[in-house]
């Protein structure tokens, strides 16, 4: 099949979250079982100062429109391996900045020109290059108004860029909403600026095009699928998401085995598997030195990895700050984000610096260490579309404490539950619930054989992205 991505990440060019992971590694395997890939990426100055892009050829000038103005742009494109294509949407006025979405806190104010600008940079291409598309497939609200231009584009110039067109939400409390007279910029025809449309509430909203004008809209779990359809965990988008269910699916994203693998990881000063896990103990002391704490620490180390935003449940975390404080264990976090969560966090280090630390700011090898030297990865999201750290804890033989929520209650079992196939410990989103999660860690940890069990059965378990990618490709087959 030939298959067209378009998303604002791909790692490694850019990356803000999990987002990139996925659409990186789902391009290589599709690329890799034999597929024709191409992914559209906007040239940011993260991606075109990559060295793979060193390689990028220019391809086309582009003239867009954006409402009753014509703006220029540029598209580059390269090959980083067999069956695999990048271009990248350049315009450096949009897209020559520091980060993708804004400075710190505030969003750039010019982000509904910038993903419109993005969007029909590809239609543009598909349409001068003739790439002709089995499938277009689109990730996340930046992306989210292909599917509605591919067909427009196709009405306008009598022409066919794609067969079917597929919309991907990696997360639904990210809409991209603009003011209503960013409508204008997309020019599109006047009744789809209605309910039925891409109004929302008098503004726009790019994410409801992709829900609505789709051919197939998915998500990253099969869980996720079904809470979008709630107002618990629909962000306002339920109802919409909701007259789309007999085209709705959930697929679970994987894990990159050649990036995510304790046996061949570089960032580790030990590697290990399941059968020799003696190089883990060696990563727990590395860890444990490398944030100063005193290395011959014998009990539990709970680690954590995240944006600290409110969805990862750092709120709970810091309610449950007696545990930390009063028991006899380590708490290691990497993360930055919110000014606030980050202020709090860091006042509960002040009060116990030789058992809790923070490590704020985005530090790949240190993510990769923290998996690997902690015995527990804490991960209590109020909302998880899928979450990509419980599995890599998993792999790591990590065993991960996970809300029941999302993707993280379709990968993680729960070992008190079932104590023959468990592989971590699941609680219920809430403060009491965490609490009851740490305490039955500590009680697991004290069981060494219970806790190796656990820790083989995780190490065994397939998030591979093989597998994961074999699910998209039934999905197109079926679609087509
Ligand atoms: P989300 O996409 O909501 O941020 P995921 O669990 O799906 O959550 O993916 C998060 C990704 O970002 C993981 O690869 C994780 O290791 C990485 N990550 C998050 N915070 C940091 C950090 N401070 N340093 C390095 N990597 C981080």
Redesign the pocket.
């Given at each position: 099949m030939k298959i067209v991505h378009a998303a604002s990440e791909l790692f490694p060019y850019i990356k803000t979250?999990?987002?990139a992971?996925a659409v990186g590694a789902l391009a290589i395997a599709l690329a890799d079982s034999g597929h024709e890939v191409s992914v559209f990426l906007p040239g940011y100055r993260a991606a075109l100062e990559h060295r793979d892009a060193a390689e990028a050829v220019s391809k086309l000038r582009l003239k867009i429109e954006l409402g009753d103005q014509f703006v220029s742009g540029e598209v580059r494109a390269f090959s980083p391996r067999k069956n695999l294509t990048i271009y990248l949407i350049c315009r450096e006025e949009y897209f020559d900045r520091r980060a993708p979405y804004g400075n710190g806190e505030r969003d750039f104010e010019d982000n509904a020109e910038r993903f419109i600008f993005f969007c029909k940079g590809v239609t543009e291409t598909l349409r001068l290059l003739d790439i002709q598309a089995d499938i277009v497939h689109a990730h996340d609200w930046q992306a989210a108004l292909l599917p509605l231009l591919v067909r427009e584009t196709e009405r306008r110039h009598g022409v066919t860029l794609a067969l079917k067109t597929v919309f991907t939400i990696h997360?639904i409390a990210y809409q991209g909403l603009f003011p209503g007279v960013k409508f204008g910029l997309t020019n599109l025809p006047d009744e789809l600026y209605n309910i039925d449309g891409i109004e929302y509430y008098a503004q726009v909203s790019f994410l409801k095009g992709g829900i609505l004008f789709a051919d197939r809209v998915t998500t990253v779990s099969p869980r996720y699928a079904q809470e979008i359809q709630t107002p618990e965990f629909g962000c306002g988008m339920d109802g919409v998401v909701q007259t789309r269910v007999e085209d709705l699916s959930g697929l679970l994203n994987g894990v990159d085995n050649s990036i995510w693998n304790p046996s061949i990881d570089a960032h580790l000063p030990a590697r290990y598997s399941a059968a020799d896990l003696s190089g883990k103990g060696a990563c727990r002391t590395e860890l444990l030195k490398r944030v100063g704490f005193d290395v011959k620490f014998k009990g539990p180390v709970f680690g954590m990895?995240?944006?600290l935003t409110e969805q990862k449940g750092v709120d709970l975390l810091l309610e449950n700050r007696d545990f930390f404080l009063n028991e006899d264990v380590r708490l290691i976090i990497?993360?930055?984000g919110s000014k606030r969560l980050e202020d709090e966090v860091r006042a509960l280090t002040a009060q116990a610096p030789q058992k809790i630390t923070l490590t704020a700011?985005?530090?790949?090898a240190?993510?990769h260490l923290v998996e690997a030297g902690s015995d527990f990865f804490v991960m209590p999201s109020l909302f998880e579309p899928?979450?990509?750290?419980q599995m890599y804890s998993q792999v790591y033989g990590t065993l991960p404490i996970v809300s029941r929520v999302g993707g993280l209650a379709d990968t993680v079992i729960d070992t008190d539950e079932n104590p023959a196939t468990g592989t971590g410990l699941m609680c219920a989103p809430t403060v009491a619930g965490l609490a009851d999660g740490l305490a039955r860690a500590l009680r697991l940890f004290a069981d060494r054989e219970r806790y190796a069990a656990a820790q083989q059965r995780a190490m065994a378990r397939d998030f591979s992205w093989t597998r994961a990618s074999r699910g998209y490709e039934e999905l197109y087959r079926d679609a087509l």
């Open positions: 979250g999990g987002l992971d997360n990895v995240c944006r990497l993360g930055s700011k985005l530090d790949e240190m993510s899928c979450g990509l750290n």
